[in-house]
C-alpha cells in the first residue's frame, strides 16, 4: 500500500519561508515523478512543482518559478518543496503526489498524471 506523508506546513509572514517535506512508502520511489499541488479553500488543486524520477528535470508553476524549489532524496524516499519569499497567494493545503507511471524525464503537471497522493499540510500566509 502507497503511503505519502506531508509535513513542514504552518502559518508565516508574507516574505518569509518554509519547507514542505513528503516521505513515500510502499512504492520503488525512485522510478516514479513526483508533484506538489496547492488547494486554496473552495478553489480546485492546482499545479505549483514537479521533479523526474531522477532528479534532473523539474518543472514549476509560472507564479513560483524562482521563489519555490524541488528536490527529492531517493536514498530517503522524500520529496522537498523548498518556499521563499511567500505571499498570502500562497495559502492552501499542499499535497504531494506520485505519479502512475515510471518516467526518469519528465516532471508532469497534469493531476490526471498522478494516481497516489498524500492527507496535505497546510500553510497559512500573512499578510
Known amino acids: 500500500q502507497v503511503q505519502l506523508v506531508e509535513s513542514g506546513g504552518g502559518l508565516v509572514q508574507a516574505g518569509g519561508s518554509l519547507r514542505l517535506t513528503c516521505v513515500a512508502s510502499g512504492r520503488t520511489f525512485s522510478n516514479y515523478p513526483m508533484g506538489w499541488f496547492r488547494q486554496a479553500p473552495g478553489k480546485d488543486r492546482e499545479f505549483v512543482a514537479a521533479i523526474s524520477a531522477s532528479g534532473g528535470f523539474t518543472d514549476y508553476a509560472d507564479s513560483v518559478t524562482g521563489r519555490f524549489t524541488v528536490s527529492r532524496d531517493n536514498a530517503k524516499n522524500t520529496v522537498y518543496l523548498q518556499m521563499n519569499s511567500l505571499k498570502p497567494d500562497n495559502t492552501g493545503d499542499y499535497f504531494c503526489?506520485?505519479?502512475?507511471?515510471?518516467?526518469?524525464?519528465?516532471?508532469?503537471?497534469?493531476?490526471?498524471?498522478?494516481?497516489?497522493w498524500g492527507q496535505g499540510t497546510q500553510v497559512t500566509v500573512s499578510s
Open positions: 503526489a506520485m505519479a502512475g507511471v515510471t518516467d526518469y524525464y519528465t516532471a508532469p503537471r497534469s493531476r490526471r498524471q498522478y494516481v497516489y
